[in-house]
């Protein structure tokens, strides 16, 4: 079967850095996305990886390591406001997306 | 503004009763997606159209129904053969699937309560 893992809760401090890991086993791959998710609002699109590497934007960085079948999310200086789910998604062979169950990141001052 | 709008926001039905859930796309995108969020559970595909007048069932279609008449519109209907229909309903809409980076885009989502 297909299966996206990633942690339920992760806690942080502000103004640190925080790596949220994500590892998947899917029917082919087409590319892994992240998302962010504040609580009762609608995912919003934060990165895209389908080649290994880091791809870095502004504080948020993402990486890929395709033979291991593993991403993570970097968030570096955390803020209040990036208190919210973090939830992987990896596009399989018939381009469907295959959700994770999300990661809620809790930012203490 | 470009965007994907659902409404209503938040809707309660009692058990029993169809409703009708909206979704619309000014985007010019193709492919439009219906998921299901509920807690602790990653998002499930209900069903997706990737043109107008086709449509193909996700993962879990049993007791929802859809329709693709126009392009920007795919408003999902709850039936009541939905036996747990209480949840949080997303639409996304992106390009083709396979047409480069196919980001799905989010409406804000319908919160639907039964009663």
């Known amino acids: 079967g297909q299966n996206i893992d990633q942690p339920t809760e992760m806690t942080a401090t502000e103004g640190a850095i925080v790596q949220i890991n994500c590892t998947y086993q899917?029917?082919?791959?087409?590319?892994l996305f992240w998302y962010q998710q504040h609580a009762g609002e609608a995912p919003t699109f934060l990165s895209y990886?389908?080649l290994d590497g880091l791809e870095e934007k502004g504080r948020f960085s993402s990486f890929l390591s395709r033979s291991k079948g593993y991403s993570y999310l970097l968030l570096k200086e955390l803020q209040m406001k990036d208190s919210a789910s973090y939830l992987c998604?990896?596009?399989?062979?018939?381009?469907?997306?295959?959700w994770g169950a999300g990661t809620k990141l809790i930012i203490k001052p | 503004d470009g965007g994907i709008t659902q409404s209503p926001k938040y809707l309660f039905r009692k058990e029993g009763q169809n409703v009708t859930l909206s979704c619309e796309q000014n985007?010019?995108?193709?492919?439009m997606y219906w998921y299901r969020q509920d807690p602790g559970q990653g998002l499930r595909l209900i069903y997706y159209?990737?043109?107008?007048?086709?449509?193909q069932k996700g993962d879990i279609a049993e007791g929802y129904s859809v329709s693709r008449e126009k392009k920007e519109s795919f408003p999902l209907t709850v039936t009541s053969a939905q036996k747990n229909p209480t949840a949080f309903y997303l639409c996304?809409?992106?390009?083709?699937?396979?047409?480069?980076?196919?980001?799905?885009?989010f409406g804000p989502g319908t919160r639907l309560t039964v009663l």
């Open positions: 996304a809409s992106s390009r083709p699937p396979g047409q480069g980076t196919d980001t799905q885009y």
């Open positions: 985007l010019n995108h193709d492919a």
């Open positions: 159209s990737q043109i107008v007048n086709d449509f």
């Open positions: 899917t029917s082919g791959f087409n590319g």
């Open positions: 990886n389908v």
């Open positions: 998604a990896v596009m399989d062979s018939n381009y469907q997306l295959i």
